[in-house]
């Protein structure tokens, strides 16, 4: 099975992106599958504009899935923007792209209402998307519930393309959602996002953590009363990291009354903490191996490249696009 996920380098990686993308991107991986993972740093542009912020970001990111244990051994795992022919794709989608389907895109019309500014990359974004998945022939996209709608238009685009050139150039993806972690809360209880300030960032200090947990917003039920465990945000990231006995225990003790938010809070930081004691350690080592971690990118983007460029080849045949180089 082909495999391909991306994420922007807009900012720091979070317990979302870990659970709703990157646990799963670890899990297709260790099955054997042809695992692409990039950077999507073309995309990151559309709300990054800062040259120094986009290098920083890109780097920070790829170390963060090197260091949460994507292997470059494994999986092809590179920088969008190395493989160029993905604005080519782009390109040739948006001429069988009508301009309704891009209106509909629901991350578009959240995005303008939070004051980004409307752009044609923008608005372009889910024909770029298209392009990164079909290019790599990716019968499967792991990702969160946010981004069902981004590979539905990726089917509908391929569709349209091998219909107009009258073969199947393209394959057509479906995404790859767990349920259960499709959504993961932030802080505040609506959907964890970089754009919302409500994440709890993957690389941080343990005190950081503890930190950010503490501002986990609860009602104000007194510790003495008993609390509704099911509408709690402090459970409902607690039910990520607990085992289930843990789970029913502290759910009996909410219901019991007498343990407060403040303890729970107190042992999610710990269960944080534990979870990514390793990844953090290997982070901070890529940290003092740039080098090491370009080395890595460059392979990928070489690989990356073949693969694009044999699609590029088939599609532009198809489409009656003449080369002279
Ligand atoms: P953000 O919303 O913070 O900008 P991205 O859009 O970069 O995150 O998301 C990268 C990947 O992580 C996508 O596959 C997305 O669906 C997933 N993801 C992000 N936030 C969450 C969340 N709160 N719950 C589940 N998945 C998420
Ligand atoms: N739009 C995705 C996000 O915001 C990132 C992304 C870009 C992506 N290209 C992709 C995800 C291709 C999966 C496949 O999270």
């Not at 990039?38 to 290098?55: C, G, K, P, W």
């Not at 990520?240 to 759910?251: K, N, P, Q, R």
């Not at 080098?291 to 990928?300: A, H, I, M, P, Q």
Request: charged content about 25%; proline content about 4%.
């Amino acid at each position: 099975m082909r495999i391909l996920s991306g994420i922007q380098p807009s900012g720091r990686l979070h317990v979302g992106n870990y659970f709703g993308a990157i646990r799963q991107y670890l899990k297709l991986q260790a099955e054997g599958n042809q695992c692409f993972y990039f950077i999507a740093n073309y995309h990151a542009m559309t709300s990054v504009q800062d040259r120094s912020t986009l290098e920083e970001m890109t780097l920070d990111v790829a170390r963060g899935y090197l260091a949460l244990g994507i292997d470059p051994e494994k999986s092809t795992f590179f920088v969008q923007s190395d493989v160029p022919q993905v604005a080519e794709l782009c390109w040739i989608l948006n001429c069988v792209c009508p301009v309704s389907l891009m209106e509909k895109a629901t991350s578009y019309k959240d995005k303008i209402a939070k004051g980004l500014p409307a752009s044609m990359g923008l608005f372009d974004y889910p024909v770029l998307q298209a392009a990164d998945i079909t290019i790599y022939d990716a019968d499967l996209v792991p990702v969160g519930a946010d981004q069902k709608q981004h590979v539905e238009m990726t089917r509908d685009l391929a569709g349209r393309l091998n219909r107009a050139v009258g073969a199947d150039v393209l394959v057509l993806p479906e995404a790859y959602i767990v349920p259960e972690v499709a959504v993961v809360p932030g802080i505040d209880g609506q959907k964890m996002s970089k754009s919302y300030d409500n994440t709890i960032e993957i690389f941080q200090t343990d005190k950081q953590t503890a930190k950010r947990c503490a501002a986990i917003v609860t009602d104000s039920t007194p510790l003495e009363a008993p609390k509704n465990p099911d509408r709690c945000n402090v459970v409902a990231l607690l039910r990520l990291f607990a085992t289930a006995d843990e789970v029913a225990d502290i759910t009996a003790k909410y219901r019991a009354g007498g343990y407060g938010y403040g303890m729970a809070k107190k042992r999610l930081a710990e269960l944080i903490n534990e979870h990514f004691a390793d990844a953090r350690k290997r982070y901070d080592k890529l940290q003092a191996e740039p080098d090491y971690v370009r080395d890595v990118l460059r392979e990928g983007g070489r690989k990356a490249r073949t693969v694009a460029e044999a699609t590029m080849e088939r599609v532009r045949t198809a489409c009656g696009i003449l080369r002279h180089m």
